[in-house]
């Protein structure tokens, strides 16, 4: 804590200001939380990044279903050998996107609402977004940043009771 009139450092339970004197009325606390002036930015940002993933796996999954499905007769189209397995493949990566996309909105949905278990499962969310270049990893090193630091947990913790 600090002295509202010259700035100096307060220990705890002084009745007076050993700089300037003053009495210990008014006290304000320079230091910020990082988690409460981020939480709301980092749960928006998870959703916003999984709605890129889903317009991702939905467009991955009408490729899947309408070139290489037959849905099409292109003359100059795939042969019939390279759909019998590139059309399971695509739709195996379209709904493994969209699974990336639902985790997620669960991160985010979790953080917005200041679950408890949302801290770590954003963290490991953060983690293996680092490997996802170049939104991910920003998105992956914003998430550590924010909630890493072991200060990070005591004011999630704080947050998530509070709610």
Partial sequence: MFCDQCGAHLLGGASRCARCGKPVLGLIELRRSRVREHIRLLGILWTAYSALYVVAGVVVLIVAQTIFGGAFHIHNGPSPEVTVWLRPLLTCVGWLILAIAATGFFTGWGLLQRE???????????FVALLRIPLGTALGIYTLWVLLPSQSDDEYKAMAQAA
């Fill in 116 to 126: 408890d278990w949302a801290r770590t499962f954003a963290l490991v969310a953060g």
